[in-house]
């Protein structure tokens, strides 16, 4: 079953606008990390972010969590054509357990 | 920066047939987990290992086996291979599990015909 799911499943942007992508979880967790994989590629770490950590930023990247919602967003600011991929959150579904659960995932597409 | 290294990158087997994929992890990472991605799917854990014990178990079937060796790499068997193996192996790894990132490989790309 689906630890994660994200919303939207795509997303359609031109560049230089923002792009907003929400997971939600189900069980408490540790961390919650952010992927990028480019069609057929390898998963590209973004960021992690902890239970106790409420935001973090990382370049043109943004990402919140609220444990109360059992929710993150991760944020894209001033998108590229080069930022079209999917992306994945990833969160360790049971603390103290040795596996990262992934969500369905959003398809962004920025249009040059 | 040394990254997680997979071999093989492609790999193309008869049905019925075995496969063995490797994972080397990043240095001083102890570890490892597997991943099978569909077409269009999301990744699906299989398997990880820490200081080369099994830790965790996901949706493994019983064709699969892997394990972890004294230095750190890992390698995961598929036996009987079906068409519907076909799929992406994704291998990552990390240092000690919580809090630390993961780390993913390029990735295996196997194909059963």
């Known amino acids: 079953s689906q630890q994660g799911e994200e919303d939207p499943q795509a997303l359609s942007i031109q560049e230089g606008e923002n792009a907003t992508m929400n997971c939600s979880y189900k069980?408490?967790?540790?961390?919650l990390q952010w992927y990028r994989q480019n069609s057929g590629r390898g998963l590209v770490h973004l960021i992690l972010?902890?239970?106790?950590?409420r935001e973090k930023h990382s370049g043109r990247l943004r990402v919140t969590l609220d444990t109360s919602k059992k929710s993150s967003s991760l944020l894209i600011t001033a998108s590229r054509a080069a930022d079209t991929a999917s992306y994945f959150c990833?969160?360790?579904?049971?603390?103290?357990?040795?596996?990262?659960?992934f969500g369905t995932g959003t398809r962004l597409k920025v249009l040059a | 920066a040394a990254g997680v290294i997979q071999s093989p990158r492609h790999l193309i087997k008869e049905k019925r047939e075995t496969a063995t994929l490797k994972c080397y992890p990043i240095?001083?990472?102890?570890?490892v987990y597997w991943y099978q991605q569909g077409p269009g799917q999301d990744p699906q854990f299989l398997i990880s290992?820490?200081?080369?014990?099994?830790?965790d178990k996901g949706s493994i079937p019983d064709r699969f086996s892997a394990q972890q060796f004294s230095d750190y790499h890992s390698e995961l068997n598929m036996s009987s291979l079906e068409l519907g193996d076909s799929a992406l192996y994704f291998c990552?790894?990390?240092?000690?599990?919580?809090?630390?990132?993961?780390?993913f490989g390029q990735g295996t790309r196997l194909t059963v015909v």
């Open positions: 990552a790894s990390s240092l000690e599990q919580e809090n630390t990132e993961a780390f």
């Open positions: 069980t408490s967790i540790n961390n």
């Open positions: 972010i902890r239970s106790n950590e």
């Open positions: 990833a969160t360790d579904a049971t603390p103290g357990t040795y596996k990262y659960i």
């Open positions: 240095p001083r990472h102890d570890t």
């Open positions: 290992f820490y200081e080369k014990m099994q830790s």
